[in-house]
């Protein structure tokens, strides 16, 4: 079992920026891709990034690429998201998953872990 908890979420103007961290617990020994997800209210869940286990695979949804930045520190167990140049529209509750793959994914049946989420809003 692995445990991810997120932090960093918040309350951020139009244009600002926010980092999030996951940081994972329990069998981190097993080598793992992780990836971010968000959920608006009314919405589905969207695929925001993800990482391989060796961090030099990433993968960013096309909509969110140049703004987001998805980065890991295995020494640390945790995984990061840079979100710069926020929008209104990027208010969310995004989630952090683990997937028992070295690989990257974007498709969130994949991912076996999955943390409780962090709010962000941003305001206009």
């Known amino acids: 079992q692995v445990q991810l908890v997120e932090s960093g979420g918040g309350l951020v103007q139009a244009g600002g920026s926010l980092r999030l961290s996951c940081a994972a617990s329990g069998r981190t020994r097993s080598n793992y891709a992780m990836g971010w997800f968000r959920q608006a209210p009314g919405k589905e869940r969207e695929f925001v990034a993800a990482?391989?286990?060796?961090?030099?695979?990433?993968l960013h949804a096309a909509s969110l690429k140049g703004r987001f930045a998805i980065s890991r520190d295995n020494a640390k167990n945790t995984a990061y998201l840079q979100m710069d140049s926020l929008k209104p529209e990027d208010t969310a509750i995004y989630y952090c998953?683990?997937?028992?793959?070295?690989?990257?994914?974007?498709?969130?049946?994949?991912?076996?872990?999955w943390g409780q989420g962090t709010q962000v809003t941003v305001s206009s």
């Open positions: 990482i391989a286990w060796s961090g030099e695979s990433t």
């Open positions: 998953a683990a997937r028992s793959s070295t690989y990257t994914s974007g498709n969130s049946y994949d991912y076996n872990y």
